[in-house]
Nanobody, 126 residues
Framework: QVQLVESGGGLVQAGYSLRLSCAAS????????MGWFRQAPGKDREFVAT????????YYADSVEDRFTISRDNAKNTVYLQMNNLKPEDTAVYYC???????????????????WGQGTQVTVSS
């Protein structure tokens, strides 16, 4: 069982930055693909970004491309989401997720992930 704990959320003004962290309990963390998703009030949980187990491959939703960067430190069992130039429409609860990585493709659908954190709130004011 992989336990994930997110941190780093908060309230910021539009144009500012935040960095989210997600710490994993699993000592074989380096074998897992990691993803970030978000859920705004009244909306479905949507894909934001994913990173392969090695950290060598990343993939983003169009809405965050060029503004957000996902990265990981396998020595620290941690994945990050650097969010720059935040917009009010980025306001949501952000969740990290994990699944065993076959290495063959990117995982962008929430049902493909087996483990989830509790979420961290990000609020962007205009």
């Amino acid at each position: 069982q992989v336990q994930l704990v997110e941190s780093g959320g908060g309230l910021v003004q539009a144009g500012y930055s935040l960095r989210l962290s997600c710490a994993a309990s699993e000592r074989t963390f380096s074998n897992y693909a990691m993803g970030w998703f978000r859920q705004a009030p009244g909306k479905d949980r949507e894909f934001v970004a994913t990173i392969k187990r090695s950290g060598g491959g990343t993939y983003y939703a169009d809405s965050v491309e060029d503004r957000f960067t996902i990265s990981r430190d396998n020595a620290k069992n941690t994945v990050y989401l650097q969010m720059n130039n935040l917009k009010p429409e980025d306001t949501a609860v952000y969740y990290c997720a994990a699944r065993w990585d076959s290495g063959s493709r990117y995982y962008t659908v929430k049902n493909e992930y087996d483990y989830w954190g509790q979420g961290t709130q990000v609020t962007v004011s205009s």
